[in-house]
């Protein structure tokens, strides 16, 4: 499985984004398809997590009711639309894959297939 995000820029404070994340390879219907972000001299933070078949979505506390994770299943695409950007989401955004079951949705090292990154710079 390879996975190539792309969509980051720059955009101003209560802007929008959609990040893109391109999957190739076999990705059965029980994969999980995360979303983590990182900011400088800070974790890797969980952003956005779905099963490929849609049955679940969950996110992290700050992104929830301002961001959006959907699949694109023929177009083997997963998006993050990010909506009402504050400085503080200032990362770099990972997209990420793994045959996880759904309590370990939240886990960076449980993925196994991560994306590039893509950065997201939000100025105020």
């Known amino acids: 499985v390879q996975l190539q995000a792309s969509g980051g820029g720059l955009v101003q404070t209560e802007g929008s984004l959609r990040l893109s994340c391109v999957t190739s390879?076999?990705?059965?219907?029980?994969?999980?398809m995360g979303w983590f972000r990182q900011a400088t001299g800070k974790e890797r933070e969980f952003v956005a997590v779905m099963r490929w078949d849609g049955s679940h979505k969950d996110y992290g506390d700050s992104m929830k009711g301002r961001f959006t994770i959907s699949r694109d299943k023929a177009k083997n695409t997963v998006y993050l639309e990010m909506n009402n950007l504050t400085p503080e989401d200032t990362a770099v955004y990972y997209c990420?894959?793994?045959?996880?079951?759904?309590?370990?949705?939240?886990?960076?090292?449980?993925?196994?297939?991560w994306g590039q990154g893509t950065l997201v710079t939000v100025s105020s």
């Open positions: 390879g076999r990705i059965a219907s029980n994969y999980l």
């Open positions: 990420a894959s793994s045959p996880l079951i759904w309590g370990a949705r939240t886990r960076s090292d449980q993925y196994r297939y």
